[in-house]
């Protein structure tokens, strides 16, 4: 069963970019949206094994998109989300706990991390 | 008491400590240690022996005479067998199989008479009588059997020892003599003068206790100083082996970076003159274009040369000395590049590669041209212009692939073909026929003949990459590399704000995928929102797009782009709008030049 990865980026370039790593990886199916709404719209039809989220996006922090996935989309209560950014963003204590991200990358994606990620959550 | 038992009764405990601390401390199955414990047991015991045999004789009518014969009997016997014992742990110590030596064989037999003697003694009473009231009386044999048997093995010991003295220390061997010395006096003193003192036992234990210290406890030390020294080579062992390992790996990289270092710039001045030549016009244009090209095409020969002598230098850890200017610049004649006139003989070596491949054709400027597409990839090119100078080619090398023309003088390629068949002489080589035949359905006359595959003139470079990639034994990767480099190098060029090799390591070495995000960058231009954004002071907004900014240059590599959206980032953070409004400005601009330059790619 191929996992299901949902990338969430408001950047073309970016999400061209992730996609492309995510395209090497064994039995993964991703889907690349570039804004919440699409992202609660995916959210709500399928269930996926993994989601990662840019965290400064042009709709907001998306802590608050994680918050609207966890309330509205039944089906991804329990998914994981992993925040994309940089160092300084999370560096607070329990930040990524506090805001329901179970780890982060740091930008540009570095493709051995992003395979670790999707080995360790989903 | 019969006799004075007073310095054998002190000494019982001293042995006992002995005993109990080899008993528990000293269990190595070594033979010396076997040896030694055997004999501080056997002396113990005698000891013991030595005071209950006066007890006993001095009991009176209480104990049976039975019984004062018995132990009197063993008391001997045993200082018989621990003096034996003594030459045989002196022997071990030296590591001497005492089986082996006729002397042992000797002991052994007059051991062997000892006992004959002992046990007959209860008939003949040739060593003792009992007399009565607790007396023995002497036989004949009494002085030898008691005293000259123990004495005689003790002095054999002694003998031995200064006969391998080169086996013992100077402080052991001062200290041996000295107790030897000691109990020999004692051992005669009671012999001739104090019958009554027991002391043979006593001077045994002493010189057991000596022994003790002086031959065994040292090994003790010595043997932990050596564990110590031995662990401390060992870590120093694999810290230099790390350290060598670090160096090795330093040498890998800085040869690898060298090597870069040193190709980017050669494969410019020889592309650059390429271009010239392919576009000037002008003849003397054209000549020194062509001399500027051999001239990189040497000094690039001549780098690789040193490196690949560093590089084996490093390998192979041996004591190769750097070769002088001169070695290398007579390499590098040898190893001359092909200039268009006569080469069947010429040979040319462009990196390491060990791929070789032929190239057959009696046109020059086929050859040449077949020879520039294959030389800079790294593989080692060959060249002939006729069927019979190939076939001689052939015989002395191996090749991996051949290009054969099909019209030639003096053999063409079909019979080459054919001849090389025969000879099997390069059954695994795929032959490729170079034809300007177009007509259709001689392709395959040109199969069934036995060439691997054909391509037609005037041939393009993507044809013969097709065909190299097909039949040579290089893996995707391999030539992905190999070939990508070029184009690598081609893209940094018209991009010199933009660290493509950064890029290239996120991309995972995909040059088309580069090329399809550098696109997307350039048509992602977000300058008009994010300068809205920043003169509405909207926060979200502006984090979002500098982000993305910073992101997407460092993806690209574009270094200055990243760290100046780094800086507007942190004035964002901090609220300063009015020189955020300054900077965008500059920011822009330059993005604006590198989307140009994209657009020329």
Request: proline residues 2%; hydrophobic residues 45%; glycine residues 4%.
């Amino acid at each position: 069963m191929d996992k299901k990865i949902l990338v969430v980026d408001d950047s073309k370039v970016e999400g061209i970019y992730i996609k492309f790593l995510l395209d090497k990886l064994d039995k993964v199916d991703a889907t690349v949206c570039p804004g919440f709404e699409e992202a609660l719209e995916l959210a709500e039809k399928d269930k996926y094994d993994l989601i990662i989220a840019d965290y400064y996006t042009i709709d907001g922090t998306s802590d608050m998109l994680v918050e609207d996935i966890r309330e509205k989309c039944e089906k991804n209560a329990e998914t994981p989300v992993v925040a994309m950014g940089r160092d300084i963003d999370f560096a607070e204590e329990d930040f990524l706990k506090n805001n329901g991200f179970i780890n982060y990358i740091e930008k540009p994606v570095k493709f051995n991390m992003l395979k670790a990620v999707v080995a360790l959550y989903s | 008491m019969v006799f004075n038992i007073y310095l054998e009764a002190a000494v019982i405990p001293i042995d006992l400590i002995l005993c109990a601390f080899l008993k528990l401390k000293y269990t190595d199955r070594t033979r010396v240690n076997r040896q030694f414990r055997l004999l501080a047991y056997l002396i113990t015991f005698g000891t013991f022996c030595d005071v209950l045999d006066v007890i006993v004789l001095s009991a009176g009518a209480s104990i049976p005479p039975s019984i004062k014969f018995v132990v009197n009997t063993i008391d001997y016997v045993v200082a018989t067998i621990a003096a034996y014992y003594f030459v045989q742990y002196v022997m071990a110590y030296v590591g001497v199989k005492w089986q082996d030596s006729t002397g042992a064989y000797i002991n052994r037999i007059l051991l062997v008479i000892y006992f004959v003697i002992c046990f007959t003694n209860i008939y003949t009473g040739s060593v003792f009588r009992y007399i009565g009231e607790g007396r023995f009386a002497e036989g004949p044999l009494f002085m030898m059997i008691v005293y000259a048997y123990p004495l005689y093995y003790i002095l054999y010991g002694g003998v031995f020892i200064l006969g391998h003295s080169e086996s013992y220390q100077m402080e052991m061997k001062v200290g041996l003599l000295l107790t030897f010395i000691f109990m020999i006096s004692l051992y005669l003193l009671q012999m001739f003068l104090f019958r009554d003192l027991m002391i043979t036992f006593f001077a045994a234990s002493v010189g057991l206790l000596v022994m003790f210290l002086l031959l065994e406890t040292p090994d003790y030390s010595k043997l932990m100083k050596t564990l110590d020294e031995l662990s401390i080579s060992r870590k120093e062992l694999e810290a230099s082996t790390t350290r060598a390992a670090e160096s090795s790996r330093a040498k890998s990289r800085f040869l690898a970076q060298m090597s870069n270092e040193i190709r980017t710039p050669v494969n410019a001045i020889m592309g650059y003159s390429n271009l010239i030549l392919a576009d000037s016009k002008e003849e003397s244009s054209r000549e020194y274009a062509q001399r500027v090209k051999i001239s990189a095409k040497r000094l690039l020969t001549f780098f690789e040369n040193v490196l690949e002598y560093v590089s084996d230098e490093t390998e192979e850890n041996g004591q190769r000395r750097l070769p002088s200017m001169a070695d290398l610049l007579d390499q590098t004649e040898e190893n001359t590049i092909y200039d268009g006139r006569d080469t069947t003989e010429r040979k040319a070596i462009s990196g390491a590669s060990q791929i070789r491949v032929l190239v057959v054709d009696d046109a020059d400027l086929n050859v040449d041209l077949l020879v520039r597409m294959l030389r800079p990839i790294g593989l080692t090119v060959d060249t002939a212009s006729n069927g019979k100078q190939a076939i001689l080619q052939v015989r002395k090398f191996r090749y991996d692939l051949i290009f054969m023309d099909h019209l030639m003088p003096v053999m063409d390629g079909v019979e080459a073909l054919k001849q090389l068949r025969e000879e099997k002489l390069c059954e695994d080589t795929p032959i490729i026929m170079l034809t300007a035949n177009a007509i259709s359905g001689e392709e395959e006359k040109y199969l069934k003949l036995g060439f691997a595959d054909y391509v037609t003139k005037p041939f393009t470079e993507e044809m013969i990459r097709d065909i190299l990639r097909r039949f040579l034994p290089i893996t995707e990767e391999q030539w992905q590399g190999e070939v990508a480099i070029s184009e690598w190098e081609a893209l940094q060029e018209k991009l010199p704000t933009v660290r493509v090799a950064d890029a290239r390591e996120y991309l995972l070495h995909d040059i088309a995928e580069y090329k399809t995000i550098l696109k997307a960058y350039a048509l992602e231009d977000n300058s008009s929102m994010l300068s809205a954004a920043i003169r509405k002071g909207d926060f979200v907004t502006c984090m979002a797009m500098l982000r993305q900014e910073r992101d997407c240059a460092s993806l690209i590599g574009a270094e200055n782009l990243s760290k100046m959206s780094d800086k507007m980032e942190a004035l964002c953070r901090k609220g300063e709008y009015e020189l955020l409004r300054e900077r965008i400005g500059a920011y822009t601009a330059e993005r604006a030049v590198l989307c140009e330059q994209i657009g020329n790619i």
